[in-house]
């Protein structure tokens, strides 16, 4: 079994930066699954943020939070991050780090086989 814990998230501020941080674990786990970020805000559905290649050779990003995101792992230590500037009430959601079976990244959360429990952004406006 693979295990992904998030944290990071908290209470911030419009304008404001946090960065978020998703550790994997379990027998299981290889560091050539592609992983992803994605969020779910109250009375929403599951929206896709961000995606990255096992190598980190491609990135994809949603169309709300290109150019503000970023996403990097280190497959050393089992960790994607997610930095998140310029954070507007928006963002505001429960983030879910995700991993496929798989080295290719994609958008599409039934792609993902483990999800972690997720971490709560809150963004003040």
């Known amino acids: 079994q693979v295990q992904l814990v998030e944290s990071g998230g908290g209470l911030v501020q419009a304008g404001g930066s946090l960065r978020l941080s998703c550790a994997a674990s379990g027998r299981t786990f290889s560091s050539g699954y592609a992983m992803g970020w994605f969020r779910q805000a109250p009375g929403k559905e599951r929206e896709f943020v961000a995606t990255m290649h096992w190598s980190g050779s491609s990135t994809y990003y949603g169309d709300s939070v290109k150019g503000r995101f970023t996403i990097s792992r280190d497959n050393a230590k089992r960790t994607i991050y997610l930095q998140m500037n310029s954070l507007n009430a928006e963002d505001t959601a429960v983030y879910y780090c995700?991993?496929?079976?798989?080295?290719?990244?994609?958008?599409?959360?039934?792609?993902?086989?483990?999800w972690g429990q997720g971490t709560q952004v809150t963004v003040s406006s």
């Open positions: 995700a991993a496929r079976l798989s080295a290719v990244a994609t958008v599409r959360g039934s792609d993902y086989a483990y």
